[in-house]
C-alpha cells in the first residue's frame, strides 16, 4: 500500500471498486474509530475520577476537548509529534509506578499468588490465583477464541496505523515501522500485567480503600485504584499523567483517522460529482468532521459506562466486516464491486443477527451452543461471519469475473462499470499500468491522486 503511495486505508478501495463501495466501507471503520475514541475517553474519566476526584463526566469533556483543539489545528504534524512525548510520558509513568505498588505492605509476592488462592487475615476472603481463569469451559472456549482472534487480525485495518506507516520514506521504512511497533506494543503491556497481578495480590483492607476486596463491577478501575492507593502520591500523578497521555495519543489519532478518510475518500470523491472542491473547502470540511466526531464519542462515552464492552466493540465490526474486505482487495487479483457488496451486506445481517448486548440489541440468529438461559452465544460467531465473508467476495467475484469476461452476461449489464478482467489478464495490465485497472476509474484515479497529495502537503 506504501508503494502505490496511498493516503488513506480506503484508497485501494476507491481504485478497484469505485466510490460507492468506498463509501459504504467507510461506515465500519467511522463506527470502530468512534467506538475506540468513546472507549479511551471513558477510561480517562474513571481514572481522573478515582484520583482525583473530579467527576467523570466533566473529566471526558476536557480531556476530547484538548485533543479536539491541538488535532483541529495541528493536523498529522501535531499528532505525530505529540505521540512521541506521550509515548514516553506512558513508559516512564507506568514502569515507574510498578516497584513502589509492589513493595506496598498490603501487597503479597505476585510469584506467590500467582496460581494459588492465599486467605486474607481476619475474613473469609482470598486473593492471588492471576494466572489463568477458573470458568473457562468448553462452552465458553468459542467466545476466547473470538476474542482472541479480533483483537489480532481486527487490529489491522485501522486508519491510526496506516495514516503513520503510509507517511513514511518508503515501503521498506513502513514494514520496519510495523515491526518495531509489535515489540514496542508487548513492552507496553508489560506494566498493565503486573499492575493486575498487583491488584490481585493486595490485602485491600491494609489500604485506604475501604474494602476487603475490588468488586467486579470496579475492575475497570484496576489501574487508578492501584495508583491511588498502593503509590505515594508524587508516583500517583505520574501515573495518572501516563493514562492522561495514553488517552490523548490515541483519541487525536482516531479523530483523525475518521475525519481524513471521510475528507478524502467521501466527500471529495462525491462532491467532484458536482464540481471539483478547493482545497480550504476541504481543510474546512475535515475541521468540522473532528469537531462533530470529537462531539459523539465524548456523549457515547458519557452514556456507556463499560470500557471493556466499547472495547471490543470497536474492533468488533472492523475485524468481522473490513478485515475481508482489505484482505481481498490487496491479495485477491479479481475480486470486485459486485462480491464485495454482497460481502458487505451479508456481513452486516449475520453480525446483527447474532445480536449486542451494549445497545440492547437481542439476537435473531442463534448461531450453534446458543445459550438459552443467558441469551447469549457461545459459537465463535464473529470469526465464522469474517470467514463467510471473505469466501463470500472470492466466490461472487469469480463468478461474476467469469460471466462477464466469457460474455454470458453482456456487458450493457455491468452495473459498476468495472471492465472486469480475467485474472491473469489483470496481473499483466496491474504490470503495465497500475492505473489502468480500474476501467472507467482509471483517469480519475490519476487526478484524484495527483491533487490529494497536494492537499494532504496543505493539510
Not at 513508559?91 to 486467605?119: E, K, Q, R
Not at 457515547?300 to 474492533?315: E, G, H
Not at 459459537?379 to 467475484?397: E, G, W
Not at 462499470?417 to 485474472?423: G, R, S, T, Y
Request: net charge negative; aromatic share 12%; glycine share 6%.
Amino acid at each position: 500500500m506504501r508503494s502505490q503511495n496511498y493516503v488513506t486505508m480506503l484508497d485501494p478501495f476507491y481504485q478497484k471498486y469505485g466510490p460507492l463501495m468506498t463509501a459504504l466501507l467507510y461506515i465500519p471503520a467511522f463506527m470502530g474509530d468512534l467506538f475506540w475514541t468513546a472507549a479511551i475517553l471513558s477510561a480517562l474519566g474513571s481514572s481522573l475520577a478515582v484520583v482525583i476526584g473530579l467527576s467523570t463526566t466533566v473529566a471526558i469533556i476536557i480531556s476530547a476537548a484538548i485533543a479536539v483543539v491541538y488535532t483541529l489545528f495541528g493536523g498529522l504534524y501535531s499528532v505525530a509529534y505529540t505521540d512521541v512525548v506521550q509515548l514516553i510520558l506512558i513508559w516512564i509513568g507506568l514502569y515507574l509506578s510498578i516497584p513502589f505498588a509492589m513493595s506496598h505492605d498490603a501487597v503479597t509476592n505476585i510469584a506467590d499468588t500467582a496460581y494459588s488462592l492465599l486467605p486474607l487475615p481476619g475474613s473469609n476472603i482470598t486473593t492471588g490465583k492471576w494466572v489463568g481463569i477458573d470458568n473457562v469451559d468448553a462452552n465458553s472456549s468459542g467466545i476466547f477464541l473470538d476474542g482472541f482472534l479480533l483483537l489480532c487480525v481486527g487490529g489491522i485495518p485501522w486508519q491510526a496505523y496506516f495514516q503513520r506507516v503510509l507517511s513514511a520514506k518508503s515501503a521498506v521504512v513502513a514494514q520496519k515501522l510495523s515491526f518495531v511497533a509489535a515489540l514496542g506494543c508487548i513492552f507496553s503491556a508489560v506494566p498493565a500485567v503486573l499492575i493486575g497481578a498487583i491488584a490481585a495480590s493486595t490485602d485491600w483492607n491494609q489500604t485506604d480503600f475501604g474494602q476487603a476486596s475490588v468488586s467486579e463491577d470496579r475492575y475497570k478501575d484496576i489501574l487508578p485504584i492501584v495508583l491511588q492507593y498502593l503509590c505515594p502520591p508524587a508516583v500517583s500523578f505520574i501515573g495518572l499523567g501516563a493514562v492522561s497521555a495514553a488517552v490523548m495519543s490515541s483519541t487525536d489519532s482516531s479523530i483523525l483517522a475518521a475525519s481524513s478518510m471521510f475528507t478524502q475518500n467521501v466527500y471529495r470523491v462525491w462532491r467532484n460529482l458536482c464540481s471539483k472542491p478547493s482545497d480550504v473547502e476541504l481543510i474546512w470540511v475535515m475541521r468540522l468532521f473532528i469537531i462533530v466526531i470529537g462531539v459523539v464519542a465524548t456523549v457515547m462515552a458519557i452514556q456507556v459506562t463499560s470500557t471493556y464492552q466499547l472495547w471490543f466493540l470497536s474492533s468488533d465490526l472492523v475485524y468481522v466486516i473490513l478485515f475481508p474486505q482489505l484482505l481481498c482487495v490487496i491479495y485477491i487479483p479479481f475480486s470486485n464491486s459486485y462480491g464485495s457488496l454482497t460481502a458487505y451486506v451479508l456481513g452486516w445481517i449475520l453480525r446483527m443477527g447474532g445480536g449486542e448486548a451494549t445497545f440492547d440489541i437481542e439476537p435473531y440468529i442463534k448461531y450453534p451452543w446458543f445459550d438459552e438461559d443467558g441469551n447469549a452465544q457461545r459459537f465463535p460467531y464473529k470469526t465464522f461471519i469474517m470467514i463467510i465473508n471473505t469466501l463470500t467476495i472470492i466466490t461472487v467475484s469469480g463468478i461474476t469475473s467469469y460471466l462477464f469476461n466469457k460474455e454470458i452476461i453482456p456487458s450493457k449489464y455491468d452495473v459498476f462499470k468495472m471492465q472486469i478482467c480475467a485474472p491473469s489478464q489483470q496481473d499483466d495490465e496491474t504490470d503495465q499500468d497500475p492505473d489502468s485497472k480500474d476501467g472507467d476509474h482509471g483517469q480519475q484515479n490519476v487526478a484524484y491522486l495527483n491533487s490529494r497529495d497536494q492537499l494532504d502537503t496543505k493539510l
